[in-house]
């Protein structure tokens, strides 16, 4: 199965008079859908913009892994369990909430700052909070994150090229930037007819390998997820 959702598609949200722009690609806050709660571990994939000076005071997560990609700006982070950071483009970011942990997200930068930022749930939840910042993401980065019994590839690519979709239970697309198009065997619904461009997300169940074929200059984030029905089996 392959299921394109267009930018355009995303709930809309943040509170633009306070510098805060989101679009949300699976049901999030008053944006309730009750058939796209979540896909695979996947249950949120948030694109964010904060004008300067604009973030989000202290707030409270449990249970969940976040994971954050600054694309443009700079992203200053601030958590109860003591740490404080400045995360940059090329920069993924990681906060495991576990029991609990609350923490500030905001733009202390003079530049608009733009990142996309995504929740798992984790197999097992409780336990401490722990946090980390794998700094210059290369190319062919890829990021395990056992917890959710998940992994994110970074992938980029000059025009022409082409960027590998691996094989599992789902695999969650999210282009960053660039356009591509999604090769091999196509659905019902005309999958990889047209290019995908930034904010445009593919959601692949059921298929084997496929590739990205990229249109223009690309960057995307690929979720490469196990079944957690059967993980936790």
């Given at each position: 199965m392959i299921r394109i959702q267009r930018a355009a598609e995303r709930?809309?949200?943040g509170d633009r008079a306070a510098g805060i722009e989101t679009r949300h690609a699976l049901s999030f806050g008053p944006h309730y859908d009750p058939d796209n709660l979540r896909f695979g571990a996947l249950l949120a994939c948030n694109e964010e913009r904060l004008a300067p000076g604009a973030g989000f005071d202290e707030h409270p997560h449990s249970h969940t892994e976040i994971v954050t990609w600054v694309v443009e700006g700079e992203l200053t982070h601030h958590d109860t369990a003591g740490h404080t950071t400045v995360v940059r483009p090329g920069d993924l970011?990681?906060?495991?909430?576990?029991?609990?942990?609350?923490?500030v997200e905001r733009n202390d930068g003079d530049v608009?700052?733009?990142?996309?930022?995504?929740w798992l749930?984790?197999?097992?939840?409780g336990g401490e909070p722990s946090y980390e910042v794998v700094r210059g993401t290369g190319a062919s980065g890829a990021y395990d994150l056992p917890a959710a019994d998940a992994r994110l590839h970074v992938r980029r690519a000059e025009a022409g090229g082409t960027i590998p979709v691996p094989a599992a239970d789902f695999v969650y697309v999210h282009v960053v930037r660039g356009t591509v198009a999604l090769g091999g065997e196509t659905g019902a619904d005309g999958a990889g007819e047209e290019p995908l461009g930034p904010g445009d997300?593919?959601?692949i169940t059921g298929s084997g390998d496929r590739t990205l074929v990229a249109t223009t200059g690309a960057e995307v984030l690929v979720?490469?997820?196990?079944?957690?029905r059967r993980a936790l089996g």
């Open positions: 709930y809309p949200g970011q990681r906060l495991s909430s576990a029991g609990g942990v609350r923490h608009p700052l733009v990142f996309v930022q995504m749930a984790p197999l097992s939840p997300a593919v959601r979720w490469e997820m196990r079944d957690w």
